[in-house]
């Protein structure tokens, strides 16, 4: 039975928590960073969870006991294989945010909703009812915001075709 390197453990531990800090700041510079310490950290553990080295599974005469799992490099290639894609994609968001940025900033910024959500003292519910939901009709024909009663329908739509006839003429 092999034992895991402390150091190695100790190494991966603050590999985690460094990279947790910097995701939690909202400079896409920093999430990146922190994405690509958390990934490499992963790997770290997947690494000290394979267990001791062996042979080769592939090529080689050794006994199935003394052959070392191939699952756990699987594992962390693919892994690598990820955090190489999302790092490309961080790096075309941060150059997108750099490029369109006024003060070349790459902070992410919030919009007045959030703002006026942040700065409210409660959120305004109003109770809506069922009585409430069936009057409400589910879409309109027309444009405008308000509702309309069928006979103001029916005379605007006898306007618009006298005006479709005198236009023919």
Same mark, same amino acid.
């Given at each position: 039975m092999t034992t895991m390197p402390l150091v190695l453990v100790a190494l991966m531990a603050v590999m985690y928590a460094? $990279?947790?800090? &910097?995701?939690?700041?909202?400079?896409l510079t920093r999430l990146l960073l922190g994405f690509l310490l958390v990934g490499n950290a992963t790997n770290l553990?997947? %690494?000290l969870m394979s267990g001791s080295f062996g /042979?080769?599974?592939i090529v080689g005469e050794a006994s199935a006991e003394d052959m070392s799992d191939p699952l756990p490099q699987a594992f962390i &290639?693919?892994?690598? @294989?990820?955090? %190489? $894609? @999302?790092? /490309?994609f961080f790096l075309a968001l941060i150059y997108r945010s750099w490029r369109l940025a006024q003060d070349r900033d790459d902070t992410v910024q919030d919009d007045e909703t959030d703002l006026e959500l942040a700065t409210a003292?409660? &959120?305004?519910?109003?109770?809506v009812t069922d !009585?409430?939901? /069936? !009057?409400?009709?589910?879409f309109s024909d027309d444009d405008s915001d308000e509702?309309?009663?069928?006979d103001n329908r029916t005379e605007r739509a006898a306007a618009e075709s006298s005006?479709? $006839?005198?236009e023919q003429r």
């Open positions: 460094c $990279g947790i800090y &910097l995701m939690l700041d909202r400079t553990l997947i %690494f /042979a080769a599974p &290639l693919t892994a690598i @294989v990820i955090t %190489f $894609g @999302v790092s /490309a003292d409660e &959120l305004s519910v109003d109770e !009585e409430d939901l /069936a !009057e409400t009709p589910e509702p309309e009663d069928s005006v479709e $006839g005198s």
